[in-house]
């Protein structure tokens, strides 16, 4: 599991080095776990749903853009185990907002800046914009795209055994594809110019869609994409250091 998501986000400068970029990446997995183990638990838990919107909504305080993930994993959940609808959208509307609630305290008490201007930013984050394919480099589409086809073909194998899958192993693979969909969406909206903090982050669901896939395919298929992809991931570091070539 954790070779895709070395290599998909070791392309990006300054990843081997620990900084706050990371806590979001991190919290984002908890975020999964905990609604995997909402979803799969057999009765309603809702410390679970409580904890995955914690995470959820902290990420999104730290990335705008991920307040989409925040939406989504609720819809998700109601989607899944929609019983007790009224509680569980309590619940997670409460953990949603503490993240809030304690930032509001913290600039209060601190006098680091308003809260109206974090808004104001985090309302400029949101904003769309049309994709100019021209602005971005050639390498950053070229890995785009890769990444975007062996997202398609795990998605293909996975399927293909279905049958062997249990429940929860189902749930799983069906979470970590529904959020790389909504991630894709997400570079796009933002016309495909997003930080480095947000690939950090975004590679959790995509190394989860695709590890099934890169630990039980064909072993010949398996090393020519995992070649290609560090390949492209040296590649892209070389031209950051050599950008004239």
Request: net charge positive; charged share 10%.
């Amino acid at each position: 599991l954790y070779l895709p998501y070395l290599l998909t986000v070791l392309m990006l400068p300054g990843v081997t080095v620990l900084t706050p970029a990371h806590i979001p990446a991190l919290l984002f997995v908890w975020c999964i776990f905990y609604t995997l183990k909402y979803v799969n638990s057999e009765n309603h838990r809702l410390y679970y749903l409580f904890v995955a919107a914690l995470t959820s909504s902290t990420v999104s305080l730290i990335i705008p853009q991920m307040l989409a993930v925040c939406v989504f994993v609720l819809l998700y959940c109601i989607y899944t185990r929609g019983q007790d609808l009224l509680r569980m959208c309590m619940t997670y509307l409460s953990a949603a907002v503490l993240p809030w609630i304690y930032l509001a305290a913290w600039k209060y008490l601190s006098g680091d800046g308003t809260m109206a201007d974090y808004l104001t930013w985090f309302g400029q984050a949101l904003v769309p914009r049309r994709p100019v394919f021209s602005e971005m480099s050639t390498g950053t589409l070229v890995y785009a795209g890769f990444m975007f086809l062996l997202c398609l073909r795990s998605l293909v194998f996975t399927v293909s055994r279905g049958r062997e899958r249990n429940k929860a192993q189902k749930n799983s693979f069906g979470l970590s594809v529904a959020l790389s969909v909504v991630v894709f969406i997400i570079w796009s909206a933002a016309g495909g110019h997003l930080s480095h903090l947000f690939w950090i982050t975004a590679a959790v669901p995509l190394s989860f869609t695709v590890f099934d896939f890169l630990s039980g395919g064909r072993s010949v298929e398996v090393r020519i994409f995992l070649t290609v992809l560090l390949v492209l991931t040296a590649a892209l570091r070389f031209l950051e250091y050599f950008p004239f070539i």
